[in-house]
């Protein structure tokens, strides 16, 4: 009975793409307050997520969504999950990242939701492509 509150499905925008290449000087990550994301985006580790990222858009371009989307119904799949916080710095950002859940979200180029195509096997080979799935150990003691 109870559920989980995912924070930024997004990892603070680098799940957007838009760190690819750098971090942009109009980024969240180019403010000084900031330094820490800025930080973490150069790092080697930093540089393994954006590889990932790559490994994954084939996935998200196979179900028709972007990567935001394909994070966020990623994130709500998940049967310990109740909801997810969002955040956006614009409208357009919102509605698409809405476009995990909804038809036509517009933005995002979907023509349909994200979250029922999530089947087992898709999020197979996503948990293979990161390869950060928990571990649950379950205790059936009662």
């Given at each position: 009975?109870?559920?989980?509150?995912?924070?930024?499905?997004?990892?603070?925008?680098?799940?957007?793409?838009?760190?690819?290449?750098?971090?942009?000087?109009?980024?969240?990550?180019?403010?000084?307050?900031?330094?820490?994301?800025?930080?973490?985006?150069?790092?080697?580790?930093?540089?393994?997520?954006?590889?990932?990222?790559?490994?994954?858009?084939?996935?998200?371009?196979?179900?028709?969504c972007t990567l935001p989307q394909l994070a966020v119904a990623w994130c709500l799949r998940n049967e310990g999950v109740s909801s997810?916080?969002?955040?956006?710095?614009?409208?357009?950002?919102?509605?698409?990242?809405?476009?995990?859940?909804?038809?036509?979200?517009?933005?995002?180029?979907?023509?349909?939701?994200?979250?029922?195509?999530?089947?087992?096997?898709?999020?197979?080979?996503?948990?293979?492509?990161?390869?950060?799935?928990?571990?649950?150990?379950?205790?059936?003691?009662?």
């Amino acid at each position: 009975g109870v559920g989980a509150m995912t924070w930024s499905p997004l990892a603070c925008g680098i799940i957007s793409g838009k760190y690819g290449n750098g971090v942009p000087e109009s980024s969240r990550a180019a403010l000084k307050c900031y330094q820490w994301l800025k930080e973490k985006i150069i790092s080697e580790e930093g540089r393994k997520q954006q590889v990932k990222l790559k490994d994954l858009s084939p996935i998200a371009v196979r179900l028709g969504c972007t990567l935001p989307q394909l994070a966020v119904a990623w994130c709500l799949r998940n049967e310990g999950v109740s909801s997810v916080l969002l955040g956006s710095s614009n409208p357009e950002q919102l509605i698409e990242n809405l476009g995990a859940i909804q038809a036509s979200a517009g933005g995002g180029g979907t023509s349909a939701e994200v979250l029922p195509k999530m089947t087992s096997h898709i999020v197979n080979e996503i948990d293979n492509i990161l390869g950060n799935k928990p571990y649950s150990k379950k205790d059936y003691r009662s």
